[in-house]
């Protein structure tokens, strides 16, 4: 069992950055891709980006690359997502997940609660 814990979030300007990390338990962080996810209001949860298990396999989303780069320390258990020149429609409920490597919420057995990253504009 993995539970998982984001943390960083908060409320920013446009065009400045934050790093959200995600703290996992458990032995097994090592074994599982960790990915991001984001859920603004009234849309569906999207997938933002994915790390493979050991930190060599990325792959971020169009909307955001450039601007977000995923990493993973398996020595900490942590997992983070930097974001930078950030933009209103970055605003939702950011996510971490573990599992299944892929851009499909399914794959990911493991979910934290959720951190809100607010960019004003």
């Known amino acids: 069992q993995v539970q998982l814990a984001e943390s960083g979030g908060g409320l920013v300007q446009a065009g400045g950055s934050l790093r959200l990390s995600c703290a996992a338990s458990?032995?097994?962080?090592?074994?599982?891709?960790m990915a991001w996810f984001r859920q603004a209001p009234g849309k569906e949860r999207e997938f933002v980006a994915v790390?493979?298990?050991?930190?060599?396999?990325?792959y971020i989303v169009n909307s955001v690359k450039g601007r977000f780069t995923i990493s993973r320390d398996n020595a900490k258990n942590t997992v983070y997502l930097q974001m930078n020149s950030l933009k209103s429609e970055d605003t939702a409920v950011y996510y971490c997940?573990?599992?299944?490597?892929?851009?499909?919420?399914?794959?990911?057995?493991?979910w934290g609660q959720g951190t809100q990253v607010t960019v004003s504009s």
């Open positions: 997940a573990g599992g299944q490597y892929g851009m499909r919420p399914t794959g990911y057995a493991y």
């Open positions: 458990g032995r097994t962080f090592s074994s599982y891709a």
């Open positions: 790390i493979g298990s050991s930190g060599r396999n990325t």
